[in-house]
Nanobody
Framework: QVQLVESGGGLVQDGGSLRLSCAAS????????MGWFRQAPGKEREFVAA????????MYLDFVKGRFIMSRDNAKNTVYLQMNSLKPEDTAVYYC???????????????WGQGTQVTVSS
């Protein structure tokens, strides 16, 4: 069982930066791949980034490549999403999630946080 709590969201101007954090409970955090997803009003939840359980591999939605960086600290049971050069189109609720698979498939993630709002003003 893994419980996830996101933090770090907020309001930022176009071109600004934010760093999201996701704190996990449970002793088996380091055995899970982790993902970030987002959901904008009226849209489906979409994949943003994922990181393997050991932190060596990452993958990203094309739209955020070169702007977002996902990392993890297994000693702190925490994953991060550094978001740079933010655009109004990045406005959404951001969720972290845990999976036994390193994948971008939303259905493979069995544990989800409650989400944190990111709003980018133009």
């Amino acid at each position: 069982q893994v419980q996830l709590v996101e933090s770090g969201g907020g309001l930022v101007q176009d071109g600004g930066s934010l760093r999201l954090s996701c704190a996990a409970s449970g002793r088996t955090f380091s055995s899970y791949a982790m993902g970030w997803f987002r959901q904008a009003p009226g849209k489906e939840r979409e994949f943003v980034a994922a990181i393997s359980s050991n932190g060596i591999s990452t993958m990203y939605l094309d739209f955020v490549k070169g702007r977002f960086i996902m990392s993890r600290d297994n000693a702190k049971n925490t994953v991060y999403l550094q978001m740079n050069s933010l655009k109004p189109e990045d406005t959404a609720v951001y969720y972290c999630a845990a999976s036994v698979l390193y994948t971008m498939s939303r259905t493979a993630y069995g544990y989800w946080g409650q989400g944190t709002q990111v709003t980018v003003s133009s």
